[in-house]
Nanobody, 121 residues
Framework: QVQLVESGGGLVQPGGSLRLSCAASGRTFTNYAIGWFRQAPGKEREFVARISPSAGFTNFADSVKGRFTISRDNAKNTVYLQMNSLKPEDTAVYYC??????????????WGQGTQVTVSS
């Protein structure tokens, strides 16, 4: 069991940066891979990035490769998404989600409430 809370969203100009945080509660945080997703109004939710429990493996959507970085601090039960060179197309509500890696199937069973990111001049 894990509970997630996102923070760090806001309004930023194109080319700017934001750092999102995903804070987790519970004692089993290190069992979970954490994924970041985003959803713009009227559009489907899309995958952004994922980090493994020990931070040894990460992967990103093609649309954000080279611009976004994902990291985690297990001592603080927190995952970060550093977003650089932001574009208007990055505007969305961003969610973090937890996947229990003790199972074979990838299933994000736990989700945060989301944080709004708006990239505009």
């Amino acid at each position: 069991q894990v509970q997630l809370v996102e923070s760090g969203g806001g309004l930023v100009q194109p080319g700017g940066s934001l750092r999102l945080s995903c804070a987790a509660s519970g004692r089993t945080f290190t069992n979970y891979a954490i994924g970041w997703f985003r959803q713009a109004p009227g559009k489907e939710r899309e995958f952004v990035a994922r980090i493994s429990p020990s931070a040894g493996f990460t992967n990103f959507a093609d649309s954000v490769k080279g611009r976004f970085t994902i990291s985690r601090d297990n001592a603080k039960n927190t995952v970060y998404l550093q977003m650089n060179s932001l574009k208007p197309e990055d505007t969305a509500v961003y969610y973090c989600a937890a996947d229990d890696t003790r199972t074979i199937e990838v299933r994000y069973a736990y989700w945060g409430q989301g944080t709004q990111v708006t990239v505009s001049s």
